[in-house]
Antibody, heavy 123, light 109 residues
Framework: EVQLVESGGGLVQPGRSLRLSCAAS????????MHWVRQAPGKGLEWVSG????????GYADSVKGRFTISRDNAKNSLYLQMNSLRAEDTALYYC????????????????WGQGTLVTVSS | QSALTQPRSVSGSPGQSVTISCTGT?????????VSWYQQHPGKAPKLMIY???KRPSGVPDRFSGSKSGNTASLTISGLQAEDEADYYC?????????FGTGTKVTVL
C-alpha cells in the first residue's frame, strides 16, 4: 500500500524558515518523480514544486522560486521542501504527491497524495 | 503559470449528467495530452479521477469521462450520484511545471 506521510508544518513568523518532510513507503521511491502541492484555507490547489526520480530535473512555481528548495533522499525514501523567507500568502496545507509515471515520463499526474501538513505564517 | 479557468459551480439531479470545463492556453492544456482531473471531498486529500485527458485509473467508475478540444478540457459525470458531490480540479502539464484549475464545486440537487 502506497503511503505518503508529511511532517514539519507549524506556526512560523514571516521571514522565517521551515523544512517539510514526506516519508514514502509501499512503492519503489527512486523510480518516480515527486511533487509538493499546496492548498490555502478555503482555496484551490496550487502546484508548488517537483523533482525527478534522480534529482536531475527540478521545477518551481513562480510564486516560490528563489525562496523554496525541493530535494529528496532516495536512500531514506524521503522528500523535502526547504521554505525560506516565508510570507503570509504561503499559509496552506502542503501535500506531498507521487507522480504516476516512472523515470522521465512525468506528465505531472499525481496518483497518490499524503494527508498534508499545515503551514501557518503569521506574527 | 496562470491557473486554468473552471466554472465556480455546477449542479445536477441524481442520474443527470454534468460537464466541467477547464480552459487554458496552447502552453498548457492545448499543447500537451497531459490533463488530469481530481476529486476532493471536504477535509480529504484529492483523488485522481482522469489522466492523460481521458484515461481512468483502476477503480474509478466509468461514469467519469474526460475529453479535450483545443485549449479546453472537459470532465463529464454521467448518472450523477450523491457521493459525486465534491470539488473538482483539472491539472495540466505546462512544460517543466504543473498548473491546476480554479476548481469547481459539484452539487447534487
Amino acid at each position: 500500500e502506497v503511503q505518503l506521510v508529511e511532517s514539519g508544518g507549524g506556526l512560523v513568523q514571516p521571514g522565517r524558515s521551515l523544512r517539510l518532510s514526506c516519508a514514502a513507503s509501499g512503492f519503489t521511491f527512486d523510480d518516480y518523480a515527486m511533487h509538493w502541492v499546496r492548498q490555502a484555507p478555503g482555496k484551490g490547489l496550487e502546484w508548488v514544486s517537483g523533482i525527478s526520480w534522480n534529482s536531475g530535473s527540478i521545477g518551481y512555481a513562480d510564486s516560490v522560486k528563489g525562496r523554496f528548495t525541493i530535494s529528496r533522499d532516495n536512500a531514506k525514501n524521503s522528500l523535502y521542501l526547504q521554505m525560506n523567507s516565508l510570507r503570509a500568502e504561503d499559509t496552506a496545507l502542503y501535500y506531498c504527491a507521487k507522480d504516476m509515471e516512472p523515470y522521465d515520463s512525468s506528465g505531472y499526474t499525481f496518483d497518490y497524495w499524503g494527508q498534508g501538513t499545515l503551514v501557518t505564517v503569521s506574527s | 503559470q496562470s491557473a486554468l479557468t473552471q466554472p465556480r459551480s455546477v449542479s445536477g439531479s441524481p442520474g443527470q449528467s454534468v460537464t466541467i470545463s477547464c480552459t487554458g492556453t496552447s502552453s498548457d492544456v492545448g499543447g500537451y495530452n497531459y490533463v488530469s482531473w481530481y476529486q476532493q471531498h471536504p477535509g480529504k486529500a484529492p483523488k485522481l479521477m482522469i489522466y492523460d485527458v481521458s484515461k481512468r485509473p483502476s477503480g474509478v467508475p466509468d461514469r467519469f469521462s474526460g475529453s479535450k478540444s483545443g485549449n479546453t478540457a472537459s470532465l463529464t459525470i454521467s448518472g450523477l450520484q450523491a457521493e459525486d458531490e465534491a470539488d473538482y480540479y483539472c491539472c495540466s502539464y505546462a512544460g517543466s511545471s504543473g498548473v491546476f484549475g480554479t476548481g469547481t464545486k459539484v452539487t447534487v440537487l
